[in-house]
């Protein structure tokens, strides 16, 4: 078993600290940096690619009936699923079977059991899982804990075997438009494999709120 932490997307936020803070939570990980044109990962070896074009999936978004905001959030929500495709295509070896998707905003308790659940994952299981907003008003920044939710699969961190990911189906749904936003495009794309959902363990970057000017 090979595991690799894979880093992609905009870079926000602390990105030093987060990726310090993950190389604490998998230390015999191997770690895979990329990125969009015109970003940079600091102090770390990193791939770009050129950013997917989003103009077909407007339509399907607008049709889901989202308020405004949560329209503006996932306009762009299926590029985060093209460029971990595109990470694992041309930029991890093969013999890395065991793959945790990171994002470069998100903050990790390194002091939890992460070692198990990278072995739950061997038994074919898609662990997805969702950030907490405040370490101090919330418990599970502390811990992690299952949620019955089966729409999709949480992608602030996704932990799988890299054989459960339907690479081809990603680029197919993609220019056929039929490539849902973010946790749904993720079940999309892993197609039946038993999905868990996790809460907690993770922690939304709190300079990225400040970026954000929330």
């Known amino acids: 078993m090979k595991v690799a932490v894979c880093f992609s997307g905009i870079p926000r936020g602390d990105v030093s600290r987060n990726i310090e803070l993950y190389r604490k939570a998998f230390p015999s990980a191997h770690f895979f940096f990329s990125t969009w044109n015109g970003y940079s990962i600091p102090n770390e070896k990193f791939t770009t690619y050129q950013e997917p074009n989003s ?45 945790i998707k990171c994002r470069y905003d998100v903050m990790i308790n390194p002091d939890l059991s992460w070692q198990s659940e990278i072995e739950n994952t061997c038994r074919d299981m898609v662990q997805g ?78 300079d990225y709120l400040l970026e954000e000017g929330v």
């Open 55 to 99: 103009d077909h999936l407007e339509e399907r978004i607008s049709k889901a009936n989202l308020p405004p905001i949560k329209q503006r959030q996932q306009r762009h929500g299926y590029r985060q699923i093209i460029g971990h495709s595109l990470q694992l295509l041309f930029d991890v070896p093969k013999e890395y079977d065991i793959i």
């Open 129 to 206: 899982y969702r950030w907490v907003c405040s370490p101090d008003t919330d418990y599970d920044w502390e811990k992690f804990r299952s949620v019955n939710w089966y729409e999709g699969v949480f992608d602030q961190m996704i932990i799988s075997r890299r054989k459960l990911l339907d690479i081809p189906n990603v680029f197919k749904l993609y220019q056929e438009g039929n490539l849902d936003p973010c946790e749904w495009g993720w079940k999309q794309v892993f197609g039946y494999h038993f999905i868990e959902n996790q809460f907690g363990g993770l922690l939304r970057d709190p």
